[in-house]
């Protein structure tokens, strides 16, 4: 069976400070991964998506994921972070290409001025 | 990409009654629509699969005969929650199938 695990229910970064969000996933074959954030009594808006090539996948709003399939995870990173970065964050897999997602808990970031 | 949106954005009824929420796919007529229900700091659940013009998948665990989802035409999924109890209350979000999902705003339900 396919998951997505993260570790941290909340991450708290000051503002001009690297980020991480952490994801580990467990799917058989190749994943699709995704990054999706969602903003109070929002939708999810896509972020980014790894799907082949590359490792290291660059996103909306300055967010970047690194894939790595040796230790199975897909952190979400952002060289400097924004107060209206401050969200919840949902890192899903798509073992099946695009049409049925499974999400991981969800982290909530807090971006401090 | 793809434009969702959900109607009504927010409802509040009693427990008992049923509730209809539409999920409508703007820009591009979408063959599959999904269903997810979001607790309280929680994760997205996927309920089900809707599919345009055939019956509904739902996972598993998932009543049927209380989540009714039909998929009439392409632009348009409802979600109707049958006899609703408090327990049902939640965040509801659609989510439309184009190369990747795309979602809506979702739904907050409350039922008292």
């Known amino acids: 069976a396919q998951s997505v695990a993260q570790p941290e229910d909340q991450v708290n970064v000051a503002e001009g400070n690297p980020l991480t969000v952490k994801c580990t996933y467990s799917v058989s074959g190749n994943p699709y991964l995704f990054w999706y954030v969602q903003y109070p009594n929002r939708g999810l808006q896509f972020l980014l998506k790894?799907?082949?090539?590359?490792?290291l996948v660059k996103g909306s709003y300055g967010f970047e994921a690194e894939f790595n399939k040796s230790q199975t995870s897909f952190h979400l990173k952002k060289p400097s972070a924004l107060v209206s970065d401050s969200a919840l964050y949902f890192c899903a897999v798509s073992p099946q290409g695009f049409q049925k997602l499974v999400f991981g808990t969800g982290t909530r970031l807090l971006v401090s001025p | 990409g793809a434009v969702v949106s959900q109607h009504p954005s927010w409802v509040i009824c009693k427990s008992g009654t049923s509730v209809k929420i539409e999920c409508r796919s703007l820009?591009?007529?979408?063959?599959?629509m999904f269903w997810y229900r979001q607790f309280p700091k929680q994760s997205l659940m996927l309920m089900a699969t809707s599919n345009e013009g055939s019956k509904a998948t739902y996972e598993q665990g998932v009543e049927k005969d209380k989540f009714l989802i039909n998929h009439a035409s392409l632009t348009l999924s409802t979600l109707t929650v049958t006899s609703a109890h408090p327990e049902d209350s939640s965040f509801y979000i659609c989510?439309?199938?184009?190369?990747?999902?795309?979602f809506g705003p979702g739904t907050r339900l409350t039922v008292l």
């Open positions: 790894y799907i082949t090539g590359d490792n």
């Open positions: 820009d591009f007529q979408a063959t599959t």
């Open positions: 989510s439309v199938y184009y190369n990747e999902q795309f």
